[in-house]
């Protein structure tokens, strides 16, 4: 198609030539007597562009597309109405600041786009791949004299805490003898240990600080230091990735905290192209199911960052590989649980809630994505006994309170809490949960998450309903 482009500022045709001429056939305005300002710009046309018949040389019959960029609002205009009276059947494209953009009931046939939508994008891009690469030589060198390297990822660490540890270990020049992937708690979930026989890949277990003297460097990726408490000795950490709420009461030599990002693979797949790093098949089926499973395929807390980092990925993953990992087998004992979950499963008020008694950990967090999808959920908690420790996973539809700040204020005092928006953890010692509430059976349960948190939830209804009338007051005022 032929496009018609047209502005007072000559350098915007050099942009247009370089980017879009290969798209269409580009025509460019031009005054009577100017020299070509770029000897390849191709096609011209010239006269007063506000003047119908400095466009006879088209046939007004045919389509075509017009862009028009100037400064001034005006001038925009009348060279858009000349413009469509000589050729009609044209669809017109304004760009400029937003306050010198046509209304876009003006014309027949047009978009408005702000030079900040049309290039602002790329350019912040081109800015933040430059920050990005920095940061790579600043983790790099950080890490540079370190004779082995300890990466810590979270209790029965999760596809995005794997795939990015096996990232960070990449990037630093390293293998799994110099830096193993590590964790207090066993990988125990089907599809993450699926993940890690498919891709060939360890997570090594480990008890206490004293597992921690051979490194002489410690990186936490997709978790900060504060969550393991007491764990890592008074170790100091050297680098810190992640995505989660900054939890603050730390220093890291190099700390790279996001919470925007629905996942850490993103940032990690970020590293890789500002490092310009070859991007090969194990390492992005790897991040792509991080990616995936953290923002449940793009669905949950995701950031323009996150689809970008996923459409990368995708091109590179290994698709069957994925399939494999996210359909794994099923153990007999997870579906014992989510049996027991059905059967004493209580739903009142939108709260879906079970106890499950003792299990694995892993099978905890199933069973409450399992009672979200129950008709009339808007949030599940399901508890059980893992270990030494009582363990809840909470889950939200989205749309309402955030799930980490209500069972921070529910039972952070007692235990380690927190989360996201959508989905969030409770960890309480067993002894701390039976002095509290009484016991370790169902009924002190119900006491603890399911009374106790429907009671915060009321609270929060309430105070929105307390909001809404104020929120509704103040705008019927101002519209009056």
């Known amino acids: 198609m032929k496009c018609l482009v047209l502005s007072d500022q000559r350098l915007f045709y050099g942009l247009v030539c370089r980017s879009v001429g290969a798209w269409v056939t580009p025509y460019y305005h031009l005054d009577k007597g100017e020299r070509t300002p770029y000897p390849d710009l191709g096609e ?26 100037y400064a001034q609002r005006s001038e925009a205009e009348r060279v858009a109405r000349a413009l469509t009276r000589a050729l009609p059947q044209t669809y017109l494209l304004f760009l400029s ?60 660490p999760d596809p995005d805490a794997i795939a990015s540890g096996l990232a960070l270990r990449s ?57 393991f408490g007491d764990r890592l000795g008074g170790r ?42 070859p991007m090969n098949q194990r390492h992005a089926t ?5 990616l995936k499973t953290d923002t449940l395929l793009l669905g949950r807390e995701t950031s323009h960052e996150d689809i970008e980092a996923f459409y990368f990925l995708y091109r590179h993953a290994n ?10 087998e099923i153990p007999r004992d997870a579906l014992a649980s989510f049996g027991r979950a059905l059967a004493r499963l209580e739903l009142d008020d939108g709260l879906a809630f079970a106890w499950i008694g003792q299990v694995r950990e892993d099978v905890i967090a199933q069973v409450a994505d399992l009672l979200l999808q129950v008709e009339g959920a808007e949030w599940a908690v399901c508890a059980g ?80 309903r307390r909001e809404q009338p104020a929120a509704s007051g103040a705008a019927t005022g101002a519209q009056s």
């Open 236 to 277: 100091q950490i050297d680098v810190v990735i992640d995505h989660h709420p900054e939890a603050g009461g730390y220093n890291a030599r190099f700390q790279d905290v996001r919470p925007g990002y629905g996942a850490t693979a993103t940032i990690m797949t970020e590293y890789f192209r500002a490092a310009g790093i």
């Open 385 to 464: 006994i893992a270990g030494d420790n009582v363990v809840a996973s909470v889950r939200n539809a989205g749309y309402v309170r955030a799930a980490g700040d209500v069972v921070k204020r529910v039972f952070g005092e007692i235990g380690s809490a927190g989360g996201h928006r959508t989905m969030a953890k409770v960890v309480v010692p067993k002894e701390a949960f039976k002095n509290r509430w009484q016991g370790l059976n169902e009924k002190a349960a119900r006491r603890a998450f399911y009374g106790a948190f429907l009671e915060e939830l009321r609270r929060l209804r309430e105070a929105d």
């Open 319 to 328: 698709l069957n590989w994925l399939r494999r990992m996210g359909n794994p």
């Open 171 to 227: 990037l630093v020049n390293r293998n799994r003898v110099s830096a193993p992937l590590l964790s207090f708690g066993a990988v125990t979930r089907p599809e993450n240990l699926a993940m890690l026989r498919i891709l060939d890949l360890q997570v090594q277990t480990i008890a206490g600080p004293k597992d921690l003297e051979e490194f002489s460097h410690l990186a936490c990726v997709d978790i900060q230091p504060p969550v």
């Open 97 to 156: 600041l937003d306050e010198h953009l046509p209304e876009s009931a003006k014309f027949e046939r047009m978009r408005a786009r702000t030079w900040d939508e049309a290039f602002g994008r790329s350019l912040l891009h081109e800015i933040r791949t430059l920050v990005t690469a920095w940061d790579v030589e600043r983790l790099r060198a950080v890490l540079a004299e370190a004779k082995k390297i300890g990466i810590l990822l979270q209790n029965d």
């Open 44 to 69: 011209v046309f010239r006269g007063d562009p506000a003047d119908p018949e400095t466009y006879r040389m088209f046939d007004p019959a045919d389509q075509y597309v017009a862009v028009l960029a």
């Open 286 to 290: 790897a991040l792509l199911y991080g």
